[in-house]
Structure formats: structure tokens, C-alpha cells
């Protein structure tokens, strides 16, 4: 499924393809300690920068500012901006506080970033920019909408308190696969060829294109009898995963500019990633078995070594192999629904010291580990918990 591969992919792009994301601020990560980090308060921040000739001012909330005076900028559409000092002219302040753009004017801006033909369509809590077919656009605003009411009503009714986004939550659909792959290909790299959507951290956009193969044509008698094939569930769960990542760092569950370990982020989105196709309200198979992780993980038992959730918990190495990516997903699957259905006190007060870490200051090996044995005790018992309840599983 795209998911696997496409996270992985995804991840990486956020900091990898995104040059001001990997070569600065990751150097300053390793170059600062935590403390030379500080938050930065509501007001709305003006940085003019230079760029070749021309000096460029953007507005929006500063959230981190390093000592070297490097800067992370929230956008009123809600893009994180890297600015590195070498760039910044002059930092100001205005009297007026920071105001996320309102639906319209992000959809301004992103059309202007987009190929022509592109056009709005907007749901309660979803801004989508498409040019597909206006059913399809509306058969995915319906299926997003469901999603975010079962993710929301999932974590309320655990006493969780759950924040309405900032900004709207932009998704991208294009007609085609082509137009897809021609389009992202310089955010996400030649992985784009084997996915099928994603979403992008630095952006906070989720990007797919139309699954039906219709070429953007797609009628909703089409759309009906699309999502009647079996055969289509994973594709249309890709769609949920990249959505749900979207959510989790919208919602307050988790944060795009903390430190989340990425068997959180991704064991969180494979657990609301069972699709219900059969219903046109609600999502009642939250909390469902992931048949596809299960039986994956139940492959790898036979080769998996002994200190495989060690390795998981400690660094994101596995998921960005394409060797042990697989496994990692699938393992990522089981510890988060062990942990939910068996600790779910602790792992969302995990959750939440997860959330509330400072800004771009990464834990090292050894801190993940101690953070989590901290909450959930010692690693290697919990293993044998975990292989217990994986075993009762059908």
C-alpha cells in the first residue's frame, strides 16, 4: 500500500527536499543545546528577507528563534517558513496579533501555486483544492468529514481535550496520477512514483489524486460503485492514514514542530485507518483490527529480533530503509493498539509530554527510551505483554 512506502517518503521530503529544513535548521539542532531555543508569543511578526536582488517581507508568527538569529515562521496559511540569518534583513513587530488567514485567502494563495483549472470546494472543517470532477471532490469532503468527526468524538470521549484547527485543512486532489506525480515530484523525490498520496509537515497540506482512474471525470454513480470493490480499501485507506496525520498534528494530539517519534505518528494514523465504507455518517470501525498490519506483523515474528521493540522505540531508522520499513509499520500497528487498548491512560499522558516538548529539539536514543520506560516501565516486559495480546487477535 502507498501508506507504507509513502510515509517514509514523506518524511523524509519534510526534511530532505525541503533544503532550508535540512541544511539549517537540522544544523542547528545539532549545534544548539534545548535551551538556546525559545518560544515566541501571538503577536504578528514581520521578517523581511533577501532573496537574489529583492527584499521579500512575510508575516506570520514566529515560533522559534535560535541565538544565531535564525527563525521558524508560522504563515497565516499555516506554512512553517525556515529562515536562516544569512537570509534576514530586519525582524519586527506588529501591534496587531497573528490572524490565521481565513478560507478564502489560503485558497487564493495555494491556487496561485497550483496549474490552472484548479477550483474550490469547501466542507465544514476541509478546504479542497481540485480539478476533478465536483462529485468526486465532494465524495472525498464526505469521506474526510466522517474521518475528523470519529478522530475527534475517538479522543473526547477519552478525556482528551481536542483543539479545532488553527487553519483549515487544506487537501489537494489532482484529475490524474500523471499530474500527480509531474507536480510533487520536487517535494517528495522519485518516491512519488509509488505512492498515492501525502501529507507534508512543513505545509500541512495532504496531496492526493483521483483514485477511481476516471481522469478526473468521475460521477458519483461511478464513485459508488468504486468504493464497492474490495480491492480498493487500501487505496482509500492511503487516503485516510495522510488525512489522519493531518488531523493528529491539527487537533492537539500530537505537534509539527516537536519531536514525535514516527512509530507514534504512524501507529497513530494506521489505527484510524480502517476505513467505513458503509456508512454515510460516522466512522464505527475506529479502533478496528488492521488486518494488513496484523498479519504483517505476524510475518515478521518468525525473524524478529529479540530487541526489535528497542529499536523501534529509540529512532526512526526502520521506517526509513526500504529493507525494514514494512516491518516497522506493521510493529508500529501492534505497540499503538496494544497500547491503546491495554494503557491507554499512559500512552495519552505520552501523548501529551510528546506534545508539549519544545520546538525542533530532538531526544536522543537514549532519551526516547528513558521517556518511555518512564511511563510504560520496562521495555522488555512490555514485549511480553505485547506478543500476549497480539496472540489473541482475529
Known amino acids: 500500500m502507498g501508506a507504507d512506502r509513502m510515509s517514509v517518503v514523506t518524511r523524509v521530503s519534510q526534511s530532505a527536499n525541503f533544503s532550508k529544513v535540512a541544511v539549517y535548521w ?41 541565538v544565531d538569529g535564525g ?11 525556515p529562515l536562516a540569518p544569512a537570509e534576514i534583513v530586519s525582524v519586527s513587530r506588529d501591534s496587531a496579533e497573528f490572524k490565521p488567514a481565513d478560507p478564502e485567502e489560503v485558497a487564493r494563495w495555494w491556487l496561485t501555486q497550483l496549474p490552472s483549472g484548479f477550483e474550490m470546494y469547501q466542507t465544514a472543517h ?3 483544492l481540485h480539478n476533478t470532477s465536483r462529485d468526486y471532490a465532494r465524495w472525498c469532503g464526505s469521506l474526510l468529514e466522517r474521518l475528523y468527526a470519529g478522530f475527534t468524538a475517538y479522543f473526547a470521549n477519552k478525556g482528551v481535550a481536542i483543539e479545532k484547527p488553527e487553519f483549515p485543512l487544506v487537501v489537494i486532489i489532482f484529475s490524474t496520477r500523471e499530474q ?32 477511481t482512474g476516471s481522469g478526473g471525470t468521475a460521477t458519483a454513480a461511478q464513485i459508488a460503485r ?17 488525512a489522519t496525520h493531518q488531523l493528529a498534528n491539527n487537533c492537539g494530539i500530537t505537534c509539527r514542530w516537536t519531536d514525535t517519534p514516527q512509530w507514534v ?7 484510524f485507518e480502517t476505513p467505513d465504507l458503509r456508512s454515510a455518517r460516522g466512522w464505527a470501525t475506529v479502533g478496528a483490527v488492521n488486518q494488513s498490519r ?31 520499513a514494512l516491518d516497522a509499520y506493521a510493529e508500529a500497528w501492534a505497540l499503538t493498539y496494544f497500547l491503546l487498548q491495554q494503557q491507554r491512560s499512559a500512552f495519552l499522558e505520552y501523548l501529551k509530554r510528546l506534545r508539549e516538548k519544545s520546538p525542533l529539539v530532538y531526544d536522543s536514543p537514549e532519551e526516547r527510551i528513558r521517556e518511555f520506560t518512564e511511563i510504560f516501565g520496562n521495555v522488555d516486559a512490555l514485549d511480553v505483554q505485547l506478543l500476549r495480546f497480539i496472540s489473541r487477535l482475529r
Open 180 to 211: 500527480y506525480v509531474t507536480h510533487c515530484r520536487a517535494e517528495v523525490g522519485d518516491g512519488i512514483e509509488k505512492i498515492q498520496g501525502h501529507y507534508n509537515l512543513v505545509t500541512n497540506v495532504v496531496t492526493m489524486y483521483d483514485l
Open 126 to 128: 476541509y478546504l479542497i
Open 226 to 242: 468504486f468504493v464497492q470493490n474490495p480491492n480498493v480499501r487500501q487505496s482509500i485507506a492511503t487516503v485516510v492514514h495522510e
Open 26 to 66: 537540522l544544523a542547528v539542532v545539532l549545534l544548539l543545546s534545548p535551551g538556546s531555543f525559545s518560544a515566541v508569543g501571538y503577536s504578528l511578526d514581520i521578517v523581511q528577507v533577501k532573496e537574489g536582488e529583492s527584499v521579500l517581507t512575510y508575516r506570520g508568527r514566529i515560533l522559534v528563534q535560535a
Open 294 to 324: 496484523l498479519d504483517r506483523f505476524r510475518t515478521y515474528l518468525s525473524r524478529r529480533p529479540q530487541d526489535s521493540l528497542i529499536t523501534l522505540i529509540r529512532d526512526n531508522a526502520r521506517f526509513q530503509s526500504t529493507e525494514t
Open 71 to 81: 527563525i521558524l515562521l508560522l504563515t497565516p496559511e499555516g506554512r512553517l517558513l
Open 265 to 271: 505518528a504512524e501507529g497513530l494514523a494506521m489505527f
